[in-house]
């Protein structure tokens, strides 16, 4: 159990909580989460309450326009930096304990920050891919994102950082002055580079989506924590649960596509709701 002080539960929500205990207790359990569950780290929900309607790039878009690769990789450079000093939350190190204690099999998750890994999961199916890592298109070298960015910041010096940066949920921001970027290529064979990650319009790779479906199948009940499932990826998941009749608990704020598939639905913040749950099931 945890030695830090846990935020108070709200009064309606602690009911909700100890019946999560009653489905879950006794159960390996496999956890879906969303990015929800990185909102407490400062890494904004695409479609939480308040959030603004983005239009991301499409993988069509990103292969075939050279300008919008320019203005991609700007934004995404500028902000790769806020992206990569965000710090695991209350919940990603509850899941981590989870898992260390034997309960959770693995984290299945849609989130492209890596903080699952860096709060000490140690199973994690990042089935949307990681945005520290870089791939070539042409040969498939795979490059530090770290080292990608060393490589802009040499190139585009003009790429200066603006006062306020607003950080989207992929790691990009939004910038139009893109005519003088400098887009990275391939040192290796002077191919098209593109984050590791699954863009929108692309597919999950089947080996992830077979990976995440072996964690469903090895498990006795799911927690889906801050994702509202419209993704396919992850509501395909959750219908292989109730295929098995799997209990399901869905933690997010806001409703999910899961909702009236649920055994039990938590409206509220995941940090505290996943703390709750450790103490209660470790």
């Known amino acids: 159990m945890s030695l830090m002080t846990l935020p108070a ?3 309606a929500v602690a009911p909700l909580v ?3 205990e009653q489905l879950l207790a006794g159960r390996r359990i496999a956890v879906l989460t969303g990015a929800g569950v990185s909102t407490d780290s400062g890494i904004p929900d695409y479609r ?5 309607v983005r239009r991301p ?3 069509q878009t990103f292969l075939a326009d050279p300008r919008a690769r320019q203005r991609y990789w700007a934004g995404s450079h500028l902000g790769w930096r806020h992206f990569s000093a965000a710090e695991p939350n209350l919940g990603h190190r509850a899941l981590a304990d989870l898992e260390l204690a034997g309960v959770v099999n693995g984290v299945v998750t849609q989130n492209v920050d890596g ?6 999961s140690r199973h994690v199916v990042d089935v949307h891919g990681s945005i520290d890592k870089v791939r070539c298109l042409t040969c498939g070298q795979q490059f530090a994102r770290e080292d990608i960015a060393a490589r802009m910041t040499r190139d585009n010096p003009w790429l200066a950082e603006p006062e306020t940066v607003k950080l989207n949920p992929d790691g990009d921001v939004d910038i139009d002055a893109v005519d003088a970027m400098i887009v990275p290529e391939c040192t290796v064979c002077g191919g098209m580079l593109k984050p590791d990650v699954v863009f929108f319009g692309e597919l999950v790779p089947t080996t992830k989506f077979t990976e995440a479906a072996a964690l469903i199948r090895q498990a006795d009940a799911l927690l889906v924590a801050g994702s509202s499932l419209v993704v396919n990826s992850g509501i395909r998941l959750v ?3 109730v295929k098995r009749r799997l209990p399901i608990v869905v933690i997010n704020r806001g409703e999910t596509k899961a909702d009236q598939r649920a055994a039990l639905k938590i409206d509220a913040g995941t940090s505290e709701v996943l703390a709750a749950l450790r103490d209660r099931l470790s």
């Open 9 to 11: 539960l709200d009064a």
């Open 48 to 52: 939480g309450a308040g959030a603004p």
């Open 18 to 20: 100890d019946h999560a």
């Open 239 to 241: 219908e292989q649960a």
């Open 115 to 120: 903080l699952h890994l860096r709060a000490g």
């Open 57 to 59: 790039m499409t993988v």
